[in-house]
């Protein structure tokens, strides 16, 4: 009976040992990525870039990075044509804005340890110049430098509604 004993209680210790990944979301990087939604919901462009490495590396859709220097048009163009926000959650219940979790995961092999900020949320836009409204659902991960900014951005979500609008409206301005 000892030894079943001694061999439960070994299963367990092993059974429930981290792993090294360390996942929360209320930490500082979480907050600082909301911090970050909040400066993108304001234009506030220096905000947003106060976060970013100046080396940034930022992902599109695409395998191809592009510059904050590139992306800032983008953004600017996204808030003259739409009135945004973000949200999560179910319709009719409560938003509590975008889903931030922050994930630190061990260095493993090759690869060195990574702090990675993931979001998920829909984002609403209702065109200034028609009154339609899209809404994307959209993922953003951000990985941490040492430094404590922003190294790299993914952005996956489906733009063909938003750049649509954004083109509609400038065929319109001209």
Known sequence: MRNLILIFMTALFVGCS????????????????????????????????????????????????????DLIPLLQAQHATYDITMTFGEVGGTDLGPWVETTTYPAVAEYPEATITQTWFNWNATSKLTGNTINLPAHIGFKWGENGKIIEEYHNYDTTEMIAGIEEAQAAAE
């Open 18 to 69: 981290s792993t090294g990944v360390q996942v929360t979301f209320d930490d500082d990087k979480s907050n600082a990525i909301r911090g970050h939604y909040e400066n993108y919901l304001n234009q506030d462009m220096e905000g947003l870039k106060s976060l970013w490495s100046p080396d940034i590396k930022i992902f599109l859709n695409s395998i191809d990075p592009i510059t904050q220097e």
